[in-house]
Nanobody, 113 residues
């Protein structure tokens, strides 16, 4: 069983920045597929950014503003979010895929206009 603990969410004004962290209970050194997803009220959960061992992919809506990264030594996945917009408001979830797909509990990000 893999446990993922997210942190770093909060309330920020439009144009501000936040950095989300996701600490895994296992070594992520050899895990290829990790990512951040978000779910706004009344909407489905959508992918924000994913990272493998060599590539990063972003949703069009966050390209140029968000950066996904990983620190294998700390078993931690990050999401740096800059130039935040009200439409970025959502619960953000960390995801790790091994033989199974694991999710964190989510962290709320609220961007005020």
């Amino acid at each position: 069983q893999v446990q993922l603990v997210e942190s770093g969410g909060g309330l920020v004004q439009a144009g501000g920045s936040l950095r989300l962290s996701c600490v895994a209970s296992i070594s992520i050194f050899s895990i290829s597929d990790m990512g951040w997803y978000r779910q706004a009220p009344g909407k489905q959960r959508d992918v924000v950014a994913t990272i493998s061992l060599n590539t990063r992919n972003y949703a069009d809506s966050v390209k140029g503003r968000f950066t996904i990264s990983r620190d294998n030594a700390k078993n931690t996945l990050y999401l740096q979010m800059n130039s935040l917009k009200p439409e970025d408001t959502a619960v953000y979830y960390c995801n790790v895929r091994t033989a199974y797909s694991y999710w964190g509990q989510g962290t709320q990000v609220t961007v005020s206009s």
